[in-house]
């Protein structure tokens, strides 16, 4: 079965400081990638994808993730964070091998925390 | 990527009651979903919105407690019915292009935060 890990319930980081949030994943065959950012009382916003190509992948609000095939990992990355980058951060693997192939399997979150 | 329209955003509902969410998009999507947030929790997959046919459920999800309709392309509703305080949740839409540069991405809306009293 499919699953996505998130070790980190909270990442705790000082603004400017690089960050870094992790996200393994389980699939059988290749697998699509993703991560969301719920900001407090919002929906889900997309970030980024892997579907195929360049295991570096860049996205919204300067985040970037890379794939690592031999570790089964899709970390989230960014080279200097901010106060407002603050929120709460999903990984998710779309599910190609059910019969709906357009679900999403989460992680539990991570809970990112900026500080000035 | 594509405007996804829910309504209402948030609602406060008395035990017992039902209430229907709708979901508008701006362009013709083929799949669109409804996920379910608890309260601290991570995102669960209730149904498919299937376009001219019933929804597909997910395990532990039924059509009686989560009727959805799907009359076009771009709109769905999701009705949560004889609701209790375990009801209390996030509802997202959310939808998945095939084509273009959106291909493979599924997008969420902003939600409907019920809270069930």
Same mark, same amino acid.
């Given at each position: 079965?499919?699953?996505?890990?998130?070790?980190?319930?909270?990442?705790?980081?000082?603004?400017?400081?690089?960050?870094?949030?992790?996200?393994?994943? =389980?699939? =059988?065959?290749?697998? /699509?990638?993703?991560?969301?950012?719920?900001?407090?009382?919002?929906?889900?916003?997309?970030?980024?994808?892997?579907?195929?190509?360049?295991?570096?992948?860049?996205?919204? /609000?300067?985040?970037?993730?890379?794939?690592?095939?031999?570790?089964?990992?899709?970390?989230?990355?960014?080279?200097?964070?901010?106060?407002?980058?603050?929120?709460?951060?999903?990984?998710?693997?779309?599910?190609?091998?059910?019969?709906?192939?357009?679900?999403?399997?989460?992680?539990?979150?991570?809970?990112?925390?900026?500080?000035? | 990527?594509?405007?996804?329209?829910?309504? @209402?955003?948030?609602?406060?509902?008395?035990?017992?009651?039902?209430?229907?969410?709708?979901?508008?998009?701006?362009?013709?999507?083929?799949?669109?979903?409804?996920?379910?947030?608890? @309260?601290?929790?991570?995102?669960?997959?209730?149904?498919?919105?299937?376009?001219?046919?019933?929804?597909?459920?997910?395990?532990?999800?039924?059509?009686?407690?989560? @009727?959805?309709?799907? @009359?076009?392309?771009?709109?769905?509703?999701?009705?949560?019915?004889?609701?209790?305080?375990?009801?209390?949740?996030?509802?997202?839409?959310?939808?998945?292009?095939?084509?273009?540069?959106?291909?493979?991405?599924?997008?969420?809306?902003?939600?409907?935060?019920?809270?069930?009293?």
């Amino acid at each position: 079965a499919q699953s996505v890990a998130q070790p980190e319930d909270q990442v705790n980081v000082a603004e400017g400081n690089p960050l870094t949030v992790k996200c393994t994943y =389980s699939v =059988s065959g290749n697998p /699509y990638l993703f991560w969301y950012v719920q900001y407090p009382n919002r929906g889900l916003q997309f970030l980024l994808k892997y579907i195929t190509g360049d295991n570096l992948v860049k996205g919204s /609000y300067g985040f970037e993730a890379e794939f690592n095939k031999s570790q089964t990992s899709f970390h989230l990355k960014k080279p200097s964070a901010l106060v407002s980058d603050s929120a709460l951060y999903f990984c998710a693997v779309r599910d190609l091998n059910s019969s709906n192939t357009g679900k999403l399997i989460f992680g539990q979150g991570t809970t990112l925390q900026v500080k000035p | 990527s594509a405007v996804i329209s829910q309504k @209402p955003s948030r609602d406060i509902c008395q035990r017992g009651t039902s209430l229907t969410i709708q979901c508008q998009v701006d362009s013709q999507v083929t799949m669109m979903f409804w996920y379910r947030q608890q @309260p601290g929790q991570s995102l669960t997959l209730i149904a498919t919105a299937n376009q001219g046919s019933e929804a597909t459920y997910e395990s532990g999800f039924v059509i009686d407690k989560f @009727p959805i309709s799907r @009359p076009n392309l771009t709109f769905s509703t999701l009705t949560v019915s004889n609701m209790s305080p375990e009801d209390s949740s996030i509802y997202l839409c959310s939808v998945a292009f095939q084509g273009g540069s959106s291909g493979n991405t599924i997008y969420f809306g902003e939600g409907s935060w019920l809270t069930v009293v």
